[in-house]
């Protein structure tokens, strides 16, 4: 009975022996820790080349460079639609505004408290850029301004560029760029009032404006 028991005893202790702390105690490196294994003694070993994140495959050269063969692209990678001109400008009046402004014209809040202006996005220079150029200012930076890369993402980047030409296009649009079918659907706006167009109509109801009666003249006056 008593080597009954020791032999149960045994067989359940016996699976124990299979556990090691190291199954949950592993030996690691603290981050930025050193290391004698390595000869460059860094624990932190460098990707190898052409290593990419998990959903940060670049191979569309120009929807992420905004250049093919090192030359800026003058057309959008992906199809620009009503949301993304919307999403563009939204993401513009957050990052762009402070310094050009919400119009575009280089005008922004910090401009007017002293800030290096911008150029206006309605010289002649910027009007003939590529919109391949406004995605490489956004994603390197150019002269005073920083790269936004990290905080644009880069489709969100071509939806500012999508905005930037809506306003070009609407400082420089002319009736005659809308298609004749379509005119007849623009929103008329009257005139304000002025001079010489007749007094403003009575309100309904308001009681009638007497004129003035002409002074006299005075006693002993001219008639």
């Not at 190291?22 to 030996?27: E, K, L, R, T």
């Not at 460059?40 to 670049?58: E, F, I, Q, W």
């Not at 957050?94 to 290096?116: A, E, K, M, S, W």
Request: aromatic share 8%.
């Amino acid at each position: 009975m008593r080597n009954s028991i020791l032999l149960s005893a045994g067989a359940l202790l016996l699976p124990l022996l299979g556990c090691r702390d190291d199954m949950h105690n592993q030996p690691r490196y603290k981050p930025l820790a050193g290391s004698d294994f390595f000869g460059d003694h860094r624990s932190a070993r460098t990707p190898v080349d052409g290593t990419s994140p998990r959903g940060y495959l670049r191979v569309d050269e120009a929807r992420y460079t905004g250049k093919i063969a090192g030359e800026e692209i003058d057309q959008f990678p992906f199809p620009i639609a009503k949301a993304d001109i919307e999403r563009g400008q939204s993401r513009f009046n957050i990052y762009c505004t402070p310094c050009h402004g919400r119009l575009g014209d280089g005008n922004g809040l910090v401009v007017q408290r002293g800030f290096r202006q911008p150029p206006s996005y309605y010289e002649d220079k910027l009007m003939r850029a590529p919109v391949g150029h406004f995605f490489d200012v956004m994603t390197n930076g150019f002269g005073a301004m920083a790269s936004y890369a990290s905080r644009v993402e880069p489709d969100d980047r071509w939806r500012i560029a999508a905005y930037i030409r809506a306003l070009q296009l609407s400082e420089n649009a002319k009736i005659t760029d809308i298609p004749a079918d379509q005119r007849q659907n623009l929103p008329v706006e009257q005139p304000p009032r002025g001079l010489g167009q007749g007094p403003a109509p009575e309100a309904p109801g308001a009681p009638a404006v007497q004129p003035a009666p002409a002074a006299a003249p005075e006693r002993g006056g001219k008639q």
